[in-house]
C-alpha cells in the first residue's frame, strides 16, 4: 500500500488494475451412498434422535422395528414424516428405516423428518432445494427452557400477595 489515493478518478483507476474477474463456482455435491445403496442422516428435535436410513423401495416407513402407523399412531405425526417426500416429489419412492430415542413422540417424529430430509439431500442432491426452501433441513434448536430457582417453572412465578 505504498500508493496513496487522493481522487476518486484514481480510485476508479487503480481499482480497474487491481480487480480480477470473479468467477463463482457452483457446488456440484455428489450422492452419498453406502455399499447397501442407502444413504443414513441423523435427525434432531427437541430432546429426540432419530437415525435414519432411506432406501429406493415401495414407500415403507419403520421406526423402531415397527410400522408408522403402530408406532405413530395419530394421523398428524403420520403427515409430519410423509412431508418431505411429498414436497420432494418422490412419494412412495423409498423405503426408510428408522431408530429413535429421547423426546416424546412429537419430537420424535420432528427428529426422523428432519432426518428424512437430510438423507434424501444425500441420496439424491437436485432434491435439495425443495427440501431447505420448505425448510426441512434447518434443525428446529427450540428446546424446553430449564426451571429457575424461586421460580414455580421457568418463568411463572408464585402467587404474590400483600397482606
Do not use: C
Not at 451412498?33 to 434422535?49: C, E, H, N, P, Q
Amino acid at each position: 500500500m505504498a500508493d496513496q489515493v487522493n481522487s476518486l478518478e484514481e480510485l476508479g483507476t487503480v481499482a480497474e488494475t487491481v480487480a480480477a474477474p470473479v468467477v463463482m463456482e457452483a457446488i456440484v455435491r455428489e450422492p452419498v451412498k453406502d455399499a447397501l445403496g442407502r444413504s443414513y442422516a441423523t435427525g434432531k428435535r427437541k430432546d429426540a434422535v432419530a437415525r435414519v436410513w432411506i432406501k429406493p423401495g415401495s414407500g415403507k416407513v419403520t421406526v423402531n422395528g415397527r410400522e408408522i402407523k403402530v408406532y405413530f399412531a395419530r394421523p398428524v405425526l403420520q403427515m409430519i414424516l410423509r412431508q418431505p417426500f411429498t414436497v420432494a416429489g418422490v412419494a412412495d419412492q423409498f423405503d426408510v428405516m428408522a431408530t429413535v430415542k429421547g423426546g416424546g413422540l412429537s419430537g420424535q417424529a420432528g427428529a426422523v423428518k428432519h432426518g428424512i430430509s437430510k438423507a434424501l439431500q444425500l441420496f439424491d442432491p437436485s432434491l435439495r432445494a425443495a427440501l431447505k426452501a420448505a425448510g426441512f433441513i434447518t434443525r428446529d434448536s427450540r428446546v424446553v427452557e430449564r426451571k429457575k430457582y424461586g421460580k414455580a417453572k421457568a418463568r411463572k412465578s408464585f402467587q404474590f400477595s400483600k397482606r
